[in-house]
């Protein structure tokens, strides 16, 4: 009964101590929702950051937001924060960062010093957007876009929707786990301005923390294939030289199996199961007679892209397929030196086999 008592003041005295604590108005403060880092000389980086500013409409009581952007060259090695605080009438508060943007030139150089000066602040999420520039991450969280969202919403929002449909998941949590575990690289989508829109370009590879090339878009869909299982799935499908049939609703499930794992040539199996709706077609199908067909096409073409992204991959070696860490499973003597080493020469076997349903096809 005594300890019962000691544990109700313990639990009393924490509830007291979190009610201690200040609230924050939100018109005392700025909330940082946007981060990009560029190379600004061999010495200095340009960190720029994009914050709401709340104001009441007249006569509507409605809330409009508007982005407030702020840059600071700073010293390499140095943190941003006491020069950009230096820019702000208000604190700054960045437990609502929703994306960091790097420049392509800085991230050739490395990104860890940077990506870990965020992972160590605990009022981050792990769940953040990361994404590489072509070009620089300045350009875009300065560019007036034509949408009502702010910048930081709109580029979260578009990186978000092409991860359910046909972008590999990758988040700050991702690109930490890839890069500190053994057997496998990181990456980040690769963003690019187009006159008043961002695109996804493709998929920026990493050798360690540094950006060495990237994947272009059309090879997002089959990389996600092979990297991840998913639901939801999107995928066009090359009927011919003018003609695609949309996949829609895609379940797909990856499975690994690796031969001869503790020698110089392992043999990696990667087996794909795909499940999706025919939903339309630029040229007219007979969906009875054709969809077999189709799904032959399909199985042939991912197949095929596939097999292009793997010898890529291992040209540039690079592993952000994480092969070196399916292999790891199955070899005791499993080491980063001799992997890295054999690479180039791994045997990956691809198959892929898939099953449509057809639900309405336009003409």
Not at 11 to 16: I, K, P, T
Not at 48 to 59: L, N
Not at 269 to 287: A, W
Request: glycine share 6%; with cysteine; charged share 25%.
């Amino acid at each position: 009964m005594e300890k019962l008592k000691r544990m109700a003041v313990a639990l009393s005295s924490l509830l007291l101590l979190v009610g201690c604590e200040q609230p924050k108005v939100v018109d005392d403060i700025r909330i940082v929702q946007a981060l990009g880092y560029d190379y600004y000389d061999e010495s200095h980086i340009l960190g720029t950051i994009t914050t709401p500013i709340y104001a009441h409409t007249g006569g509507s009581g409605q809330v409009q937001a508007t982005a407030d952007t702020y840059s600071v060259v700073s010293h390499i090695g140095r943190t941003l924060n006491t020069l950009l605080e230096s820019r702000s009438e208000f604190p700054l508060e960045i437990g609502k960062l929703l994306v960091i943007l790097y420049g392509k030139d800085l991230a050739k150089g490395g990104l860890f010093p940077y990506i870990d000066v965020v992972n160590r602040n605990p009022d981050v999420g792990r769940t953040i957007s990361l994404a590489v520039v072509d070009g620089r991450a300045e350009t875009i969280l300065n560019h007036k876009f034509t949408t009502d969202q702010l910048v930081s919403a709109y580029l979260n929002d578009l990186i978000q929707h092409n991860t359910k449909a046909s972008f590999p998941k990758n988040n700050l949590h991702e690109f930490l786990y890839s890069y500190f575990g053994d057997g496998m690289d990181p990456f980040m989508p690769l963003l690019k301005l187009k006159q008043h829109h961002v695109e996804i370009e493709g998929i920026a590879l990493f050798k360690g923390d540094n950006y060495v090339d990237y994947l272009p878009f059309e090879y997002a869909y089959p990389f996600k294939m092979m990297f991840e299982s998913f639901n939801d799935g999107s995928y066009e499908v090359p009927i011919n030289r003018n003609h695609y049939m949309s996949i829609t609703n895609i379940s797909s499930k990856v499975d690994y199996k690796v031969e001869n794992a503790s020698s110089n040539r392992p043999i990696i199996y990667i087996n794909v199961k795909e499940k999706g709706f025919l939903r339309e077609s630029s040229s007219t199908m007979q969906p009875k007679q054709n969809i077999k067909e189709i799904e032959r096409i399909m199985e042939r073409t991912l197949e095929r892209e596939g097999n292009q992204i793997l010898e890529m991959l291992k040209k540039l070696g690079v592993d952000p397929l994480r092969l070196g860490d399916k292999v790891r499973s199955y070899d005791r003597g499993w080491s980063e030196e001799k992997w890295r080493a054999i690479y180039p020469h791994v045997t990956v076997k691809l198959d892929v086999r898939t099953t449509l349903a057809q639900t309405g096809i336009i003409e």
